[in-house]
């Protein structure tokens, strides 16, 4: 801590000054909004005495009409304008700043003194910095080095010169509670500090005390795409959202909020993460899970299999019969070797092989699907692309579709519906029958007319709705195209390339062929097939783009499959992307998904950066030293100097021990003022048995059972499943059954590692029986053991 009194007094006076300067600009703003606000009040209340409305010129009405909008539009923006500075103003008050460098450029006889807050305030004489944005060019010094030589980047080049000081302030009521000067990049203590603070079920910024290679991971914005690894605390999720801020103040003028989009894991995580874009005076960027998007694609045709779900039947279905097929299938399909096949697959139908349906009308066969392939291949059939085939075989159909649907005017249906026509579809038909008239048809017979002209009306309808249906291309079968791949062994086996799949197809391919034919045919999408059917989709009648998103930030990266990524790809053809994952986190355990590094290959080496980050901050020390040893290469991880207590594992005798013994803890947790506090189970129905056990044991509404369709939690305690624990942490973490029964498999290592990595001050482990191999093969001096006899209890 700065030792210096004057000092400190020096430091206090300005921030008090600083204050005062804050205070009367709110009160300036303050002023200008109500007035603001008044006025836009008086243009909505007298907008029509103000617009000049004539009868006989619409013209001059719809101007005056359009001038007044425009004023009350501008009126409006400028009063959300004053708002954002007020309210940014409102936050420099709670805390002005929480960092200061002195830096003199090369050359410069003296230092400037600079201090960093979460927005910029402009001195009185208009020209003077007070406080500078923490992402200005030059607040990157501050992350990026400790005293000595520095230099950073502006957009005319690098500037280099000498950090006289670096000091880090920590304020309570407006006073200087903390000062720091420092020798190291970040001084720990503040660090320290900010780290021991509570959880309350929202992430918080990290502007004050961001890491030199987070900073790296915010500020880099040369390359197509970022890909961010680091172990589970060590800040990406943090990173990555100080970077949309970064992002939407150094391109405040081209970028806004909504051309970003994150994707979360779950939307619980959408909660979690929500509060710190506004908290740094910004609006938030989009946010979606993948779920979410294939659901909007899907739903309408099939019933979708959640990735939940599937991990559900992959941890509790080991008895089923079709249990072994079904993972076997999972990995195959979310495998590169299929996203190979399929790739392959569209190649051969360029060929042959796509599925046309007939394009039908009640009934009668306007075209056939064999009319259909014979455009679409004519003999001779030179190949090329699908899509844009596809979309010249649409216009082609359009027209000869429609040309066959009003030959059936003399059907009797037609004259049926004719009879149940209205009264304003006959007043539709006269008034055609009119323009008819006044065109001067010389031989115009109007009964006859007429007669036809209703029929028209009820043609017309069958066609608006074929033509819809036909633009969303129904003439084309693409389930029974996507399934021709698991009907058809032949066909999958060419497919297969000779020397990447040496293998050939997965040994239970007739059963997965099977299970997936059946699904399909009760028009039921399993996760695994959701993506690569879609994709599939794409490939043949063209992709949906999205051009208005610039940037992509995906979250738990390591959970995609080389078919979401390529079909993201495709879908923000404009983004760039950011992706932020862990390998050793990967729920979708089953799946084989390839190392993060590999996604270089998503937009090349050239335009890739990868940054890893190896330092893990969520827990204290005693944790990360247990949860890295629960990872064959968790010695590469490196902990934050945290204090703390060792990990505490419990043995109970059987299960009524056990959940007394932990809603004991549970209390005694609360009592000890830790805020949010969780048992976690591996699975969802694990969470449901543990949940109803304990329930009695505790107070009304003491705990919450977090499922799925859990959007939010706030303080206080929870049972949730491994899974949807991802992304979020928790003070103290209570492992529900820590048992060789419960984890053992190797498929089931990441999910223990997921679920004790949440926790922040506290770990606890429970098991009956056995403890789990993964646990018996941490150093025993990493924690401490206990009896579900001996310790707390209710
Ligand atoms: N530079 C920092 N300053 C303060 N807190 C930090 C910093 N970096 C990380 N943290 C804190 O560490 C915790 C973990 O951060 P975050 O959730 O971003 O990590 P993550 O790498 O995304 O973790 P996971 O992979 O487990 O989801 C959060 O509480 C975050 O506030």
């Not at 990995?331 to 190979?340: D, G, I, L, P, Q």
């Not at 390591?558 to 993201?568: I, K, N, T």
């Not at 862990?582 to 890739?608: C, F, K, M």
């Amino acid at each position: 801590m700065s030792g210096n009194v004057s000092e400190r007094e020096a430091e206090q006076q300005r921030v008090t000054l600083v204050q005062h300067i804050i205070a009367s600009r709110m009160e300036e703003l303050a002023g200008q909004l109500s007035e603001m606000r008044e006025e836009v009040v008086d243009i909505r209340k007298h907008f029509w005495d103000d617009v000049t409305v004539n009868l006989d010129d619409m013209i001059e009405t719809q101007a005056s009409m359009k001038q007044q909008s425009e004023l009350l539009a501008e009126r409006e923006r400028g009063h959300s304008v004053l708002q954002r500075q007020y309210k940014s103003l409102q936050r420099l008050q709670q805390s002005p700043y929480f960092g200061r460098i002195d830096f003199r450029e090369q050359g410069d006889s003296a230092a400037e003194v600079i201090y960093l807050g979460t927005a910029s305030l402009l001195g009185d004489d208009g020209e003077s910095l007070l406080i500078y944005d923490w992402r200005a060019p030059i607040s990157s010094l501050y992350y990026d080095y400790g005293p000595g030589p520095a230099e950073y980047d502006t957009p005319s080049g690098k500037i280099a010169g000498t950090m006289e000081l670096k000091r880090q302030f920590v304020f309570k009521h407006g006073a200087i509670e903390y000062m720091f000067d420092t020798s190291l990049t970040i001084g720990d203590e503040i660090l320290q500090q900010v780290l021991a603070h509570s959880a309350d079920g929202h992430m918080k910024n990290i502007v004050a005390t961001i890491q030199r290679d987070q900073n790296r991971v915010i500020r880099e914005d040369r390359k197509r795409c970022l890909i961010v690894s680091g172990p589970a605390g060590s800040g990406k999720t943090s990173a990555a959202l100080q970077r949309v801020a970064y992002l939407l103040y150094k391109y405040r003028r081209q970028l806004t909020a909504d051309q970003i989009v994150l994707f979360s894991p779950n939307p619980m995580f959408k909660k979690y993460v929500s509060t710190v874009l506004p908290d740094l005076g910004e609006e938030n960027m989009q946010q979606s899970t993948f779920q979410e998007y294939l659901e909007h694609r899907l739903a309408d045709r099939f019933q979708l299999e959640d990735p939940f779900a599937q991990l559900e039947t992959a941890l509790t279905g080991a008895r089923d019969p079709g249990y072994e097929a079904r993972l076997e299938g999972i990995r195959f399909k979310s495998s590169a070797r299929f996203f190979r096949m399929v790739q392959r697959y569209k190649t051969s139908l360029e060929r042959q092989g796509l599925i046309f349906r007939d394009v039908k009308v009640r009934g009668h066969v306007l075209l056939s699907a064999k009319q259909l392939e014979e455009w679409f291949y004519p003999d001779g059939n030179p190949g090329g692309k699908l899509a844009p085939r596809v979309a010249a075989l649409l216009e082609l159909v359009l027209k000869e579709a429609k040309k066959a649907l009003f030959a059936l005017r003399d059907e009797p249906w037609v004259e049926e519906e004719v009879e149940l026509l209205g009264r304003d579809d006959y007043d539709e038909v006269y008034r055609r029958l009119q323009k008819a008239e006044s065109k001067g048809n010389g031989t115009f017979n109007e009964r006859r007319e007429e007669a036809e002209l209703l029929k028209e009306l009820v043609l017309d309808r069958y066609h608006r709705r074929l033509r819809k249906r036909l633009k969303r291309f129904a003439f084309l079968d693409f389930e029974a195209t996507y399934l021709r791949l698991f009907e058809d062994p032949a066909l999958a086996s060419s497919l297969l390339d000779e020397d990447a799949d040496a293998d050939g197809l997965p040994m239970l391919w007739p059963e997965i062929c099977r299970q997936t034919v059946e699904k399909l045919q009760r028009r039921e999408l399993s996760q695994e097939d959701a993506t690569p059917f879609l994709y599939l989709k794409g490939l043949i009648e063209g992709f949906h783009v999205n051009l208005g998103i610039r940037h992509v930030f995906i979250d738990e990266a390591q959970d995609y499959s080389p078919f979401q990524y390529e079909f993201l790809k495709q879908l923000f053809p404009r983004g760039r992307m950011t992706l932020l994952g862990d390998h050793n986190q990967i729920i979708n355990a089953y799946s084989a998904v390839p190392g993060l590094e590999t996604l270089t290959g998503l937009y090349g080496e050239e335009e890739t950066e990868v940054i890893r980050f190896t330092k893990s901050y969520r827990s204290t020390k005693p944790i990360t030293d247990f949860t890295r040893e629960l990872l064959p290469e968790g010695r590469n991880i490196e902990p934050f100097e945290r204090a703390g207590e060792k990990p505490a594992v419990t043995a109970a005798a059987d299960e009524e021990a056990l959940y007394r013994h932990m809603a004991g803890r549970i209390r005694e947790l609360k009592q000890q003022r830790y805020g949010t506090i969780a048992v976690i189970g591996k699975t969802a129905q694990e969470c449901a048995k543990a949940y109803e056990s304990l329930k009695p044991l505790m107070d009304e509404n003491e705990l919450l059972l977090i499922t799925k369709e859990t959007d939010e939690f706030t303080k206080g305690g929870v049972v949730i499943p491994s899974y949807l624990a991802k992304g979020i942490e928790f003070d103290a973490v209570l492992i529900h059954d820590a048992s060789q029964a419960a984890y053992a498999r190797e498929t089931e290592r990441q999910l223990f590692y997921i679920s004790c990595t949440r926790a922040m001050h506290r770990l606890y482990l429970y098991y009956v029986g056995e403890l789990s191999p993964f646990v018996r093969a941490v150093n025993p001096e990493l924690y401490v053991r206990d009896n579900a006899s001996e310790c707390p209890s209710s």
